[in-house]
DNA sequence: TATAGTTGTCTAGATCAATAGACATTTGAG
DNA sequence: CTCAAATGTCTATTGATCTAGACAACTATA
């Protein structure tokens, strides 16, 4: 029983729409390798079936392996093949309790959050309507990148109330983490109230602090952590490189 | 005080990385609408205000718009100017009992939902893992279509074990509500076990279904629901148009 | 050690994206 | 009514993307 392995199996990829067709089947590579559509060989397949597939020139597949090698996802080597070097989203924990650091422990060996720059401001009325204060009262934001092993995995500004955390951005840097500086002011708990959850294409800023390309995708999460008594102590967007993370979020 | 109104507010777009230019702008313009840049007046820029902030021809910049007014985004008038038709995203919550249609309904005034089909097949291992059946066990699978005022918001395919429910599909047909055809079955109440959110680019049924264009990002949500048992009722993987929607997470 | 299968490199031409400039058409304000 | 400001349309040119084909270089295997 022959099967039709030419328009039945095309994977289709639509022109003129102002992505290049080498970047619309880079992505399309991507997620196949992400959702582990190459296990059974480690490898991508030849070029030559990748343009059939695609129905393009194989140049044009070459390109968009070219990109993925440049993303240090795969590797070709002459006479072999184009290995897969890397597959996995890291998968960030999003519940009552999130700590950063604690629930990405155990997936990436390295885990590094490098203090951007911190600032106290006048707070803008988006930051004031979440944090429960009148716009113009003062906050303390802090500015950071967090990576594992090496790869930046998000950005994230946060901000505190300035009066009740006059020392956030110090005991932050002394400290190296948002829940000591919290416990240096005397606040031992806090609970996250409500997370918004967006998807977007990368900014400028976002592409380079997070070594993306234009057309990348980055979650950014808007979350809201309070005390026990319900009053707001931390509000921040943190934007995700969205290839390299899923958020799992536990009720 | 002379302010530089050149390098100093360009906003950056990068050259030959697959993706138009037009489409980089179109993109950030589509941003900046949502983020309520431009409410002041309800408009865009004009033309060469824009070419000039993103360094680019105003025929660039006339492309971007001509694409956004083709999502209906924005409507241009000769002479006037361009118009902002609509701004919003639509909030999906989602909590420990997320309804589809509850939550959104004081956001849009119709929502539909629409069959696109449903099967009973053996479980793939994805499937199998999450309901806690083995692979091959049968599972009714229900794909679907939401929309709000006419837009296609996002596509679903939920999945369900045959045994416990075998009239699934055609107690949803029938009853156009996943909550009333459990009902039918005899279970009152269920709660959200977990929810998985990655962020990505659209695949061509995607495209299609939300009616996108290539290049568009999707929000992905796996969601496990169980009984009050804790036995899994239903596993599905909702693909939503990121630039309509926003997730919110309640704890 | 051949040989099939794979990636690497080069050339040439066709199509799409972006720039540049000129001018028409419509709107709203003075 | 006139004019400035905005969008609409056209032509021409340049640079990026995609196709096409040929062949070189390397790898693993029979």
Not at 65 to 92: C, N, P, W
Not at 94 to 116: A, N
Not at 166 to 178: D, G, I, K, Q
Not at 215 to 221: F, K, T, Y
Request: proline letters at 5%; charged letters at 25%; aromatic letters at 6%.
């Amino acid at each position: 029983m022959p099967m039709r392995k030419d328009t039945a199996m095309r994977k289709v990829v639509e022109r003129q729409t102002g992505v290049a067709l080498w970047r619309q089947i880079a992505d399309r590579i991507r997620l196949a390798i992400s959702n582990g559509d190459y296990d059974a060989t480690g490898m991508v397949p030849p070029e030559t079936v990748l343009a059939g597939e695609f129905g393009v020139n194989r140049h044009t597949v070459r390109s968009a392996l070219a990109a993925l090698a440049e993303e240090g996802l795969v590797r070709a080597v002459q006479g072999r093949g184009t290995m897969i070097e890397r597959k996995e989203r890291v998968s960030y924990p999003i519940s009552k309790r999130t700590r950063f650091s604690q629930g990405l422990g155990h997936q990436v060996k390295e885990i590094g959050t490098q203090l951007l720059g911190h600032a106290e401001l006048p707070a803008t009325s988006e930051v004031a309507k979440a944090l429960g204060l009148s716009p113009g009262d003062p906050v303390t934001e802090l500015r950071t990148v967090s990576s594992g092993d090496g790869r930046p995995l998000s950005v994230s500004s946060s901000y505190y109330p300035a009066h009740r955390f006059p020392r956030m951005a110090e005991e932050f840097e002394r400290l190296h983490s948002v829940t000591k500086a919290f416990a240096a002011h005397g606040l031992d708990d806090y609970v996250r109230v409500s997370t918004e959850i967006v998807a977007r294409h990368a900014d400028a800023e976002e592409l380079s602090m997070l070594k993306l390309s234009p057309g990348a995708i980055v979650l950014e999460a808007q979350s809201l952590n309070a005390d026990l008594d319900g009053r707001p102590v931390e509000y921040s967007r943190s934007r995700f490189a969205a290839d390299r993370m899923k958020l799992k979020i536990e009720t």
